[in-house]
């Protein structure tokens, strides 16, 4: 072998060892990054915006692979983990769905009922009440009397349901008023008593206009029988309910 046959060898020789360390190389700095980051898991992620209130459903939701060491304790890791979930806040659109995202939907305690209302939507329900609110139901009432062969109407709002729980709020529906005119309205579904049940329901079907007032939460407090009829001439007289508590539920 001559000497130019030995320094090719050589040069070759050289060539496998750079190789070879160039390759330990990467696949030191591959296992590296792989004890730092470790494995990954499935979590998932919001595909659109969603209200308050509203259900999560899994349509709005993408899997994403992260690494375990980087997903919170809460992230939602399984589906079955939203069924009967509710935002309890404005959900953005990208952001990891957490559990603390999340609550139940309410539900019906011993002696209630569900019940559905179409209330209109000129109450401002539409974007103001949600599922698991309280509300205070009112309804306008033209009440006629006779005295002395006279017959006289009184005009008189009374609270019909005091911390109605709303189970559910429905989409905006047109529907026709007695003249046949279109208006719109939000199908609103409550958990009642029997007892207040049948007091919405009278409302539904005989008062002149039904309002829905939000309660703040935490101020869910009993109103007295006393300031739940009003009237405009009680107002004046400075008794409000005017002996009227009777006329109505």
Same mark, same amino acid.
């Given at each position: 072998m001559n000497a130019r046959q030995r320094r090719g060898i050589l040069l070759l020789l050289a060539s496998v060892l750079l190789a070879v360390g160039a390759f330990a190389g990467v696949l030191a700095v591959v296992n590296d990054v792989e004890s730092k980051v470790g494995p990954e898991s499935t979590a998932y992620e919001l595909t659109t915006d969603v209200d308050p209130y509203q259900e999560v459903t899994a349509d709005q939701l993408r899997e994403v692979s992260i690494p375990e060491r980087y997903i919170p304790d809460s992230a939602v890791t399984d589906l079955g983990q939203i069924e009967d979930q509710v935002a309890v806040g404005?959900?953005?659109?990208?952001?990891?769905?957490?559990?603390?995202?999340?609550?139940?939907?309410?539900?019906?305690?011993?002696?209630?009922?569900?019940?559905?209302?179409?209330?209109?939507?000129?109450?401002?329900?539409?974007?103001?009440?949600?599922?698991?609110?309280?509300?205070?139901?009112?309804?306008?009432?033209?009440?006629?009397?006779?005295?002395?062969?006279?017959?006289?109407?009184?005009?008189?709002? @009374?609270?019909?349901?005091?911390?109605?729980?709303?189970?559910?709020?429905?989409?905006?529906?047109?529907?026709?008023?007695?003249?046949?005119?279109?208006?719109?309205?939000?199908?609103?579904?409550?958990?009642?008593?029997?007892?207040?049940?049948? @007091?919405?329901?009278?409302?539904?079907?005989?008062?002149?206009?039904?309002?829905?007032?939000?309660?703040?939460?935490?101020?869910?407090?009993?109103?007295p029988a006393e300031e739940r009829t009003y009237t405009i001439i009680g107002d004046i007289v400075g008794a409000p309910n005017a002996g009227l508590d009777e006329l109505v539920p």
């Open positions: 404005p959900l953005t659109e990208g952001s990891l769905l957490q559990s603390d995202m999340l609550a139940d939907r309410p539900e019906l305690e011993p002696g209630q009922m569900e019940i559905a209302v179409m209330i209109d939507a000129s109450t401002g329900v539409a974007g103001n009440i949600y599922p698991g609110a309280s509300i205070n139901m009112y309804a306008a009432f033209r009440i006629q009397q006779r005295e002395g062969g006279e017959e006289t109407e009184t005009d008189v709002v @009374r609270l019909m349901v005091n911390n109605a729980e709303v189970l559910e709020v429905g989409d905006l529906t047109e529907v026709e008023d007695e003249d046949d005119n279109a208006t719109e309205a939000v199908p609103i579904t409550f958990a009642l008593s029997n007892t207040d049940a049948q @007091r919405v329901t009278y409302a539904e079907a005989f008062a002149e206009q039904v309002r829905l007032a939000l309660v703040a939460p935490g101020d869910e407090e009993e109103i």
